[in-house]
């Protein structure tokens, strides 16, 4: 167990560390590497006109639109996770481990990763198990991770911590997609004989990149935050017990119950839109004579840098209007991009919505750990269940938002209707922001429950 207090400088940047390990996967495999990858394997074009001639994909007996097949394997992922977490977070709370769960799974996304280097149509299955818990081995390393927040850090630390973890990852994740991009597009320099060798070296890199950076977080994190017991079978099922003591007491406390109704909803959308923005890029773009691995990158890259600059706004901005206001804001922009968004047609206009997103993404992500946490009650033990709520409402959320996504893009026969049936969920959440009391997370205001 680390011996670091509460709040010292070098527990808190070994936390934020974590997300300069572990955002390589978000960044190379849900945004930009592998989709370009899985879309090349999966659409036919026409090699004079550019125009996409089938997008059909057979799997398990049945023919999927490529992009509704990678929405349902995502969404049952989530699925997965959001059923799963509740039950290893309690577990870990009561035997005091949490840092050992996160190690699982943090070593079973990176390996999963690894193994994406053998995807191909004719192995779709053993490449789509690798995706599916290349997710899961990610996302559930995050219910330990963010549950450490509370614990390692005082609440006037949170938004700023938060954020620089974000920063971290968006900086960690662009140096290693700049040097897949190199590889992919200058592969001859590399000894390879075509660009297809390099991206798939790109998804071990992420792999071992995740694993090796994530031990010094490892090294300085305590095991977890008390001393724990052995696992029986009562405690095997604790953590959904957990979940719904946690469930009754959201109940209680009004301004929580809002927030992460909000949340929720307002989750749905943002996490869809980054992991499915790339695939809409693809199929709905012209990009003329354009590279369009290059131009995707680019964009992918724009969003990263502006992201930390996003983030680190944000925290500042909260810090002068408080956190609900900053939120409302941030979504209000996010209704503004989407509506734009379904009328995008070149590269250079996807290019300025990539620029808008990466100021509000970073931004939200943040905003909405850090928020969360300082709402959570202040005599709380068990912050991993808490946070497993959190998780469970976020991949929740995610599931709903992905098959929305593929069934409106199935139904329509575009993405773009996709794109504008999101912005249904961002007003929502808007919404409910806007009825908590005045004085929620206000700078220097006390928090009251009502």
Known sequence: MSDLPKGSKKLLNAWA?????????????????????YGALTIIKDEDTGAVISDTVSFLGYNFNNDSLISYVTAVSFLVISVMSPVLSGISDYIGNKESFMKFF???GAISCIGLYWFSLDNLWFGLLCYFFGLIGFWGSLVFYNSYLPDIAYPEQQDRISAKGFSLGYIGSVILLVANLIMILKFEWFGFENAGQPTRLAFILVGVWWILFAQYTFKHLPTGTHEGQKVTKTVLFSGLKELKKIWLAIQENKILKKYISAFFVYSMAVQTIMIAATYFAIEELDWGSQDSTFGLIVSILLIQLIAIVGANATAKLSEKIGNIKTLIIIISMWIVIC??????????????????????????????????????????????SYFSFYDVAEKIGIVIGMFMYGFVAELTG????????LITFFIIGLIILTTLPKNTLVPEAKIEEV
Do not use: E, H
């Open 106 to 108: 943090c070593y079973l």
């Open 17 to 37: 560390f974590y997300d300069w390990a572990n955002s390589v996967y978000p960044l190379v495999i849900s945004s930009a590497v592998f989709p370009i990858f």
């Open 339 to 384: 509506g734009f968004a379904y009328f995008v047609v070149t590269p250079t206009q996807f290019y300025v919505v990539a620029a808008c997103v990466g100021v509000v993404m970073g931004g939200i992500q943040a905003l909405s750990r850090s928020t969360y946490s300082k709402l959570i009650p202040d005599d709380t033990l068990d912050t991993a």
């Open 414 to 421: 575009s993405m773009r209707y996709s794109i504008l049936f």
